[in-house]
């Protein structure tokens, strides 16, 4: 349960890819304790739903169109929320997909769209906030990556590399700032939708099957980045992995 943060401790707090999943979970879970939540996704019917349920419930949230590939897009998301709070204190890079299937299956878009929002979208966000951050030296910069950040598995290796990439980039950035901090967040088996789409259909259904059996919540990972968040000011989180007991 959330008990809500004292006012002199809220935050103006980015959530790509917020309309369903961890980002969804992360949104609820955010504006429960206080913060004010920002959230961005292509999928803007959910987006409204989900901010008038937080809104009713007496948080703070709002939305906007965000396709994190679009560097335009994720300039304007971030743009907005500078000029209607000032500044922009956390950004969760959640966006992304998992379309799965061999090498061989040369499935060459799915590669180019993993590459496109798993590790471009990441970019682009990072880009979007850093020089506000920067010249205030103070922010929080969260990637989610995944525990396919931490080996290869035969179905996703494209998605496996694009991961890798994130914890790379994360790890070059929090070297070399002294004042943002970064945070990998790298969920084990989730309960999310990131099967839903694409990719080998066998491959997809036989994940589907293990979500059921002994996937996690997304609450749970929602619950890692709120506490990365909480930490102290010069407190760096940089790296949590959260998976299933059984998993």
């Known amino acids: 349960m959330n008990h809500p943060i004292p006012s002199s401790d809220r ?27 920002v959230l961005g996704a292509r999928r803007v019917d959910r987006l409204d739903r989900l901010v008038n349920e937080l809104t009713e ?71 979007a906030v850093l020089p506000s951050m920067r010249e205030r030296r103070t922010g929080h910069i969260i990637n989610v990556a995944s525990t396919a950040a931490h080996r290869v598995d035969p179905t996703g290796v494209v998605y496996c590399a694009t991961k890798f990439a994130v914890r790379a980039v994360s790890d070059g950035l929090r070297q070399e700032s002294t004042d943002v901090r970064v945070t990998v967040v790298s969920p084990g088996l989730t309960k999310t939708e990131l099967t839903h789409s694409g990719g080998n259909s066998e491959q997809q259904s036989a994940v589907r099957s293990a979500l059921e059996a002994v996937g996690i919540d997304a609450s749970a990972i929602a619950q890692a980045i709120g506490y990365a968040i909480a ?5 760096n989180v940089s790296e949590v992995i959260v998976q299933g007991t059984a998993a």
């Open 11 to 37: 935050k103006i707090v980015l959530v790509t890819g917020a309309s369903g999943g961890i980002g969804e979970a992360t949104a609820r879970h955010l504006a429960a304790a206080g913060h004010q939540v």
């Open 57 to 127: 419930a007496g948080h703070r949230a709002e939305s906007a169109q965000l396709d994190v590939t679009d560097r335009d897009s994720v300039n304007a998301f971030v743009a907005g929320a500078l000029e209607r709070h000032g500044r922009v204190d956390v950004l969760v890079n959640n966006a992304g997909v998992m379309p799965l299937g061999l090498m061989e299956e040369l499935r060459i878009d799915e590669w180019d769209q993993m590459i496109d929002v798993n590790l471009r979208g990441v970019l682009h966000g990072i880009a």
């Open 231 to 235: 930490q102290p000011a010069d407190v």
